[in-house]
Nanobody
Framework: QVQLVESGGGSVQAGGSLRLSCVAS????????MGWFRQPPGKEREGVAA????????YYVDSVKGRFTISRDNAKNTLYLQMNSLKPEDTAMYYC????????????????????WGQGTQVTVSS
């Protein structure tokens, strides 16, 4: 059974940092592209970042470039999102997701591309 379990969310002040983790099980983690998505209250889910199977290719939505870093440890079946210089507009539920599709940056930042999803971890940034 595929499982993706996020952790690391919390409440921080603007300018602070958080590191999200996502532990995967039940499938061949190293064969799947991975992504982070977020859904602010009352808004649609949006792609934040994606990473290739080996970690050498990454994609980011413009609003987080230079502040967020996606990475993965295939030996630990774990995906990370380091979030620095957090802003109130980063407040959202954050989800990790896995896809067997090796596509374009547009596709990999689009939720419909992904096969498996975690339950999410809440990030709240206060001003």
């Amino acid at each position: 059974q595929v499982q993706l379990v996020e952790s690391g969310g919390g409440s921080v002040q603007a300018g602070g940092s958080l590191r999200l983790s996502c532990v995967a099980s039940g499938y061949t983690y190293s064969s799947y592209y991975m992504g982070w998505f977020r859904q602010p209250p009352g808004k649609e889910r949006e792609g934040v970042a994606a990473i290739s199977t080996g970690g050498g290719i990454t994609y980011y939505v413009d609003s987080v470039k230079g502040r967020f870093t996606i990475s993965r440890d295939n030996a630990k079946n774990t995906l990370y999102l380091q979030m620095n210089s957090l802003k109130p507009e980063d407040t959202a539920m954050y989800y990790c997701a896995a896809t067997a599709y090796y596509g374009s940056a547009y596709d990999l930042l689009h939720s419909a591309t992904y096969n498996y999803w975690g339950q999410g971890t809440q990030v709240t940034v206060s001003s």
